[in-house]
């Protein structure tokens, strides 16, 4: 029961990030209809500054703070040069041209830092740990994430709910001529959520860096997993994205750490060891299948609610 | 027409750049090595360590002139055997050395082995071209892949190790890794435990580790993978509870990102920078200084490839059109190995001494492998019986 509670606090975990990470994404794909596979790099960008300002400032909390400037002015420079441009265009257009970003970004990365995996420590004040069940020392840090992330999800809730920028993107997601006719800078408040969103993966990757590692290409198997979270909780919803992202990181996690041994009992231990990985690395996707069927527009469309 | 124009120009081009050097016989050896994304530091390794050794050689294996063209696979089967069908073809060399991956060399090993040329692997030793698909052209200077963990089971057997927790990446690779491991362990299965490759959170598998009440735990963690969970499994304060058997998983690709974290497991390997040997501790020194960075058995094994090169060159009289010499003298393997002796098996993989591998923090800081105690004495594969030769 305890190693169940354990799962279920990695679950959460893993849940909160990918929730961080959907949170822009699903914002950008809702509110502008922008399918950005370049959301990845973010996350990575973020990782990577904040590892680049660690080693000049030693200091953690510091490096993170200019990271997130820094991903900031990121996320908008790409916005005025690139992407502003693409939002009429084609969906398939904007997939080329952000998947030329992937590559882009993923290369420079590796020129500058180079291809070998890279160590960002966590800050002294949340590097200790403690015994959580017998014989399992469980990171403070880890548990900071997740409170940081709950943080950051009941913010932007009361962003997006209860100021009039939140008001307006809400509007801007269901009715853009209307908003835009209303006298409304449309364009700038697409700029303001891309830069957020942009900043937001960045953090993701900043404080995910610490419990993982560096790598190019980082991002990018997450954003598949992202992207399954945001469809799942309906694009452009914020709280569907937050519940859907805990839904998907709880099944993911717990579904590696049982779904061998629950084969187990059904099938021989060699076929259960063939089939486990395969069927818990399928669980997210099949849950996907499954609510679309039901639930085509997934669990919490934006229609009026964001 | 365009190939006849082409080669024209190519042997003017080749006339004009050796006119001044009627003399020398020359050589041209190309490389097909890994060298994008995270893996592309094991490919780096083994591409400085081969090019140390023909510039400490002097620009000359066995006395002929060598020419290196380095070809990066990107690890995409499709990619490596355009690239060393582009060596073959386009730059005409006379011996190929790659891959670091298995996977690479299934793709790369027929053309080479159809255009009769010599195929040295410095890293990749699957299983595949170990038995019956031997060839005389093929040579192995590093291991067959099963080695390693075939080690750490003996190891793990003949120390009392009763109850072991295995955990691989789910691919052809993990799968036989424990395999290999469970050629001489006896003792019991605590449990069986596959993750995706390149899996990042390995919270999941640390927390069924914790409360498996295994002694050790056995793993298959290469690049990123390692670094990543072997931090995590420090920081669950795992690492002075159990044994930590491993390899490809802590090695100097991988330990400047681990450091202290790695320290107090244990790997296994044929070699390791520390290895008392007087021309192995210069081939050390030497590739630092040069370099900047620890060489691990990657380096090793690829330096030790172009010493081979070198000692079968020299064995023909710099006349690589002696491919019958050739093959001879690369079997006989006179070459002075940073391993001590080196000897062929009947496959033509290396028939050697297998370590298990501590790590430890030098003086200088950095972090490297070293011989902790040989398990396995002049241990050839199990597949070497299969092949007739």
Redesign the interface.
């Known amino acids: 029961m305890s190693?169940f509670l354990?799962?279920s606090l990695?679950?959460l975990?893993?849940g909160i990030l990918l929730f961080l990470i959907a949170a822009g994404l699903t914002l950008v794909f809702g509110v502008m209809g922008f399918i950005n596979l370049a959301h990845g790099v973010q996350y990575m960008i973020g990782a990577y500054l904040t590892f680049m300002f660690f080693q000049w400032t030693a200091n953690f909390f510091v490096a993170l703070l200019l990271g997130l400037i820094v991903a900031l002015a990121i996320g908008l420079a790409c916005e005025i040069l690139i992407f502003r441009h693409l939002y009429a265009r084609d969906h398939l257009d904007q997939v080329l041209a952000t998947f030329g970003i992937i590559l882009f970004v993923n290369e420079a990365v590796?020129v500058i830092w180079?291809?070998?995996?890279?160590?960002l420590p966590p800050p002294d004040i949340l590097s200790w740990?403690f015994?959580i069940?017998?014989?399992?020392?469980?990171?403070v840090y880890?548990l900071a994430v997740i409170a940081v992330g709950i943080a950051v999800a009941i913010g932007l809730y009361l962003a997006v709910f209860k100021t009039r920028v939140g008001m307006l993107i809400r509007a801007g997601a269901t009715h853009p001529e209307m908003v835009s006719a209303l006298g409304v800078d449309i364009k700038r408040l697409f700029m303001i959520v891309f830069g957020f969103g942009a900043m937001l993966a960045g953090f993701a990757g900043a404080i995910a860096a610490p419990?993982?590692?560096l790598?190019?290409?980082m991002g990018d198997?997450?954003l598949i997993t992202v992207f399954v979270v945001i469809i799942i909780g309906g694009i452009g919803s914020i709280r569907g994205a937050f519940i859907a992202a805990v839904l998907v990181g709880f099944l993911d996690?717990?579904g590696?750490?049982v779904a061998?041994d629950l084969l187990k009992l059904v099938f021989d231990?060699s076929a259960a060891?063939q089939i486990?990985?395969?069927l818990s690395?399928m669980l997210i996707y099949i849950l996907m299948a499954a609510i679309l069927f039901f639930k085509p527009e997934g669990l919490f469309p934006a229609r009026g609610a964001a | 027409m365009r190939k006849i124009f082409g080669n024209t120009l190519a042997v003017l081009a080749l006339s004009l750049a050796t006119a001044p050097l009627v003399q020398a016989a020359d050589l041209k050896v190309g490389l097909v090595l890994t060298l994008s994304g995270p893996p592309g530091a094991l490919g780096k390794q083994a591409q400085d360590g081969f090019n140390l050794a023909v510039e400490t050689l002097g620009g000359s294996l066995g006395g002929a002139n060598t020419t290196v063209v380095v070809a990066d696979d990107e690890l995409k089967p499709d990619v490596a055997l355009t690239r060393v069908k582009s060596l073959l073809e386009r730059d005409e060399v006379d011996i190929v050395v790659g891959t670091i991956f298995s996977n690479m060399l299934a793709a790369i090993y027929k053309p080479v082995i159809k255009a009769d040329k010599i195929l040295i692997s410095p890293n990749a030793g699957p299983s595949t071209f170990a038995g019956k698909k031997c060839h005389p052209n093929f040579f192995v200077t590093s291991y067959q892949n099963n080695q390693n963990f075939e080690a750490l089971g003996k190891y793990a057997q003949d120390n009392g190790i009763k109850r072991v927790f295995m955990l691989a990446p789910n691919y052809q690779a993990g799968r036989d890794s424990m395999n290999g491991f469970k050629k001489h362990f006896q003792g019991e299965i605590a449990d069986e435990v596959f993750t995706p490759l390149g899996h990042k959170d390995f919270s999941a598998q640390i927390a069924q580790i914790a409360t498996s009440k295994a002694d050790a735990v056995f793993t298959f963690m290469p690049g990123g993978m390692g670094v990543r969970f072997v931090k995590q499994f420090d920081a669950a304060g795992l690492s002075d509870k159990m044994t930590f058997l491993s390899a490809f998983t802590v090695d100097e690709t991988t330990l400047p990102a681990q450091k202290d974290a790695a320290v107090g497991l244990f790997g296994a390997g044929t070699w390791a920078p520390d290895f008392d040997l007087d021309r192995s501790k210069a081939f050390v020194a030497n590739f630092e200084a040069k370099y900047g960075y620890v060489p691990g058995s990657y380096a090793m094994q690829a330096y030790d490839a172009a010493l081979l090169i070198d000692s079968a060159v020299s064995a023909v009289g710099g006349d690589v059109s002696d491919k019958a010499g050739l093959k001879a003298a690369l079997k006989a393997a006179k070459f002075d190995s940073m391993r001590g002796t080196f000897k062929f098996n009947n496959n033509q993989y290396p028939i050697q001494d297998f370590y298990l591998l501590n790590i430890a923090k030098r003086a200088d800081g950095k972090y490297q492998t070293e011989i902790a105690e040989k398990v396995l004495e002049n241990s050839g594969d199990s597949f070497a019986a299969e092949c007739k030769m």
């Open positions: 190693l354990v799962q990695n679950g975990q893993f590796k180079g291809p070998s995996s890279l160590i740990s015994e069940i017998d014989g399992l020392q469980y990171p880890r419990m993982f590692s790598e190019p290409n198997d997450l996690t717990l590696r750490a061998t231990p060891n486990g990985p395969a690395s």
